[in-house]
């Protein structure tokens, strides 16, 4: 069978002017009039205060998007013969709800956060010595987040500035269940007498906003809290086969890039169980596959172990024909003992794969007919015919018209390849061959993801930036 291509056609498209806008932070982080023009959801995910200029990953980011546009734009008013050209502008950023949901660390502004004040540097298990306090988040630039104590006075209220990646913050109630002293600074106890009074009320009170348990995670300096960040190199996850949806096989995360996941299928090289060592290193691993950390194919590690009444693991049939004698036991035996991503991650996306309304899984019934992203070549729009699978909400994509006969593809009614019977016509790139009516039943556009309107999408001449797939 011919492999397909595993790329998702989102997981490389990532949004404009996000290097500038970082940039301009990284001159001076605290400056509150450079970070107010910032995007709250736009950030590096790492020590942006101590990133030297000669680092490589500092010159990667030096591009400047705005920069760039206005030169471009500014030579076509002197070059005549391009004068009749667009005006070159950026891909709208609302059509990038992907980047912006992998850049979500959970911190709004209002909330409460306990955070600790002290210079203690002890280990977790001392933690309950620390001094904490309370403190409202009053503005978010990715991790960099400004505070304030609760009980400041206005006139006199000094700016924290607090990196996630550096340091954790704890949500409210996180003292009161873990015997940790929450105390007032001395500079709130003295205008707030009634500091204590004052802590009990926002502790009691179950309508402050604060933040998700995942943020007590202990992590190591520079990890961040988005999800992206939490797919840590090394853990393990499992992937639905490309052509049966009740197939899985354990693969390892070894490599991220902004939530594009290289994949590298778990194989025997040896080890057993018994012998008490575990293998858990994913330094020079080639990828298998590459994913977005979003894709309804990546499953939390012992899914298919956990309904085992339902699915099999099978490892992809290229992984077997280079490994004709792997020990699948020992490889399940590896994936028991190996990390797993947090479970929390999985809990946020799993229930849209899953709470699917019946009005759309009727829909996409045996029969039915889609326009598909050609799985192998990536590079055309063909027809695609729906086939019954074994699990719910999955069905198979047989292309219609493809002469080398690529093999059914698992679909979702959540994937970003599969459109409507006609859609491509409506973009001037009909399908080929075009046929205008078909014998198949169509499958109303309704029940496909919404796509952008027409004042509001991807047009010729915009500028994005594009994950390269070398890396």
Known sequence: MEQVNDQEPESKLLEPNKCDQINKAKDDMVDPKILSSLNKSDYVGNDVRNISADSPKFRAL??????????????KEVDKAIITQPIIEAVPNDLFLHVEASLDGG???????EMPYDDYHGSDQEESRRQFWLARVDAVYGPLLKLSYVG????????????????????LGYCQMNRCQLKAPEEIQVGRPDWEKLALQYQEDVTYDTLDMHHIEARNEGEGVTPIDRFRTGTVVEVQDEGKADVFWPAIVSNNHGGRLGLTYLVDDG???????????????????????????????????GNKEKFTYTPPLHILARNPHM???????????????PPDIFAKISPKLEKVPTSIKEAFRMGGEVEIIHPRTQKSIERGLVLNS????????????????????????????????????????????????SKYKQIPKKFFPK??????????????????DNG
Not at 62 to 75: G, I, Q, R, V
Not at 155 to 169: S, V
Not at 451 to 467: G, I, M, R, S
Request: proline share 8%; net charge negative; aromatic share 12%.
């Open 327 to 341: 020990d699948v036991k020992a490889c399940l035996e590896w994936e028991d003992l190996a990390e797993g991503p």
């Open 390 to 437: 074994k699990v719910e909400n999955y069905f198979l994509v047989q292309l219609i018209d493809d002469p080398d006969g690529c093999q059914p593809v698992v679909r979702h009614c959540l994937s970003s390849d599969i459109f409507p019977s006609g859609w491509s016509e409506s973009l001037s790139a009909k399908v080929q061959p075009f046929i205008k009516d």
């Open 271 to 305: 080890w057993k169980a018994d012998e008490g060592f575990i293998p858990s290193s994913h330094v020079d691993l080639t990828p298998d596959i590459t994913l977005f950390y979003l894709s309804p194919r990546i499953f939390p590690k012992g899914y298919a172990k």
């Open 107 to 113: 911190v709004r502004e209002g909330m409460i956060v």
């Open 62 to 75: 030096e591009f400047d998007w705005m920069s760039y546009l206005e030169a471009a734009n500014k030579k």
């Open 152 to 171: 400041s006075k206005v006139e006199t209220k000094p700016e924290i500035w607090h990196d996630l990646t550096q340091k954790r913050l704890f949500p």
């Open 451 to 468: 796509f952008p309107t027409q004042a509001n999408q991807f047009a010729c001449h915009q500028k994005l930036e594009v994950a390269l």
